[in-house]
């Protein structure tokens, strides 16, 4: 069975532009979940979505957004780039109900 | 909100030996609590996890138990091996579901020869 696939794996992008990054569940799972993480603040919850809608949500600016489509897929976009985005962001997905989170192995961004 | 903590930041031991991280929780309300090992350049992979009706759980080599009335989970690896070389996270969710986790800040574990 396929794991989680996130693309792209690096990106690099100047302050100010936006970016989306996209996630593939794993076949079955439902409910998709994106992380942030840096050496700074650590691994961090943006947001989890579940048949199309947002189920949850984490404590960052309206500039991080995500959809979920009906196969399940999800996407996420940052709006307006700040240096601080930079940041390794992981997509995870589940089962329904308390399910244990399987991660993909992440988009590497980078904003110069 | 929920905070975890997690100790040590770094833990040397020699192949064979054990090794134990510990966490503590701030949110009683907190049931979930799952333990990830993250490789350089691969997300965390689930490597066990415990739900608080439960007060211990193995899985061959590797354990952990917790303790609600101290809010504080451990991580238990028995008989190490170089490829357990790796970051280690904790994490506990307090929502009811297991997609928001509040995660530690990570034990780098480096098994030496």
């Known amino acids: 069975k396929a794991g989680v696939t996130q693309t792209p794996r690096y990106l690099i992008k100047t302050r100010g532009q936006q970016v989306t990054l996209s996630c593939s569940p794993i076949?079955?799972?439902?409910?998709v979940s994106w992380y942030q993480q840096t050496p700074g603040q650590g691994l961090q919850f943006l947001f989890e979505y579940f048949s199309e809608t947002q189920r949850n949500k984490g404590n960052f600016p309206g500039r991080f957004s995500g959809r979920q489509f009906s196969n399940s897929r999800s996407e996420m976009n940052v709006s307006t780039l700040e240096l601080g985005d930079s940041a390794l962001y992981l997509c995870?997905?589940?089962?329904?109900?308390?399910?244990?989170?399987?991660f993909g192995n992440g988009t590497r961004l980078t904003v110069t | 909100g929920e905070n975890v903590e997690q100790h040590p930041s770094t833990l040397s031991v020699q192949e064979g030996d054990s090794a134990v991280i510990k966490c503590t929780y701030s949110?009683?309300?907190?049931?979930?609590f799952p333990w990830y090992k993250q490789e350089l350049g691969k997300g965390p992979q689930l490597i066990i996890d415990?739900?608080?009706?439960?007060g211990e759980k193995k899985d061959q080599r590797i354990a952990v138990t917790l303790n609600k009335t101290a809010k504080h989970f451990s991580l238990h690896i028995t008989e190490t091996q170089p490829e357990d070389s790796a970051v280690y996270f904790c994490?506990?969710?307090?929502?009811?579901?297991?997609?928001?986790?509040?995660f530690g800040t990570g034990t780098r574990l480096q098994v030496t020869l």
């Open positions: 076949s079955g799972h439902r409910s």
């Open positions: 949110d009683s309300a907190s049931n979930y």
């Open positions: 994490a506990a969710s307090a929502t009811g579901t297991a997609s928001k986790l509040t």
């Open positions: 995870a997905s589940s089962l329904p109900y308390n399910s244990p989170l399987h």
């Open positions: 415990i739900r608080s009706n439960v």
